[in-house]
């Protein structure tokens, strides 16, 4: 239990150094939830709707539609009816806030390169499975 206990302290502190490099890379008025919500909808090129893009990020529904009303106010996304369901909505990207996300993830390109640059090839990826797998212990 003791390990568990450091582990997700110092895991904390990793995401306090994460975010505050990608925080500064971020135009006023954007929050990083809201980069992080434009950077999946880049991928999902269909788009989304609230309640998968919720679980996606691990928050409640209503703290993703507070998320989502905000960059629509802004104009970064869309959302309108889901035409395959027709009672759900569906969120999607606008080319605004690709354009938005595209800038945020160039500013961020340096301070990334020079942090990968100091990290062994294989270790983005080995923690990346290792914390998909204690999320998924922590969530059950």
Do not use: H
């Not at 919500?37 to 991928?43: D, E, I, N, T």
């Amino acid at each position: 239990e003791r390990s568990l206990y450091d582990l997700l302290v110092r895991l904390s502190g990793v995401e306090q150094l994460g975010r505050a490099r990608i925080e500064a890379a971020l135009p006023p008025g954007l929050t990083l939830a809201q980069l992080g919500v434009l950077g999946l909808l880049v991928k999902e090129e269909k788009g989304s709707g609230p309640l998968e893009l919720a679980r996606s990020f691990g928050v409640t529904k209503q703290t993703m539609t507070t998320t989502v009303a905000r960059l629509q106010r802004s104009g970064l996304v869309d959302v309108c009816r889901n035409p395959a369901d027709g009672r759900g909505k569906l969120v999607t990207i606008t080319w605004e806030g690709a354009a938005v996300q595209r800038s945020c993830m160039e500013r961020l390109g340096p301070s990334l390169a020079i942090t990968a640059d100091r990290m062994p090839l294989d270790l983005a990826d080995r923690l990346g499975r290792v914390l998909e797998e204690l999320e998924q212990i922590l969530a059950a």
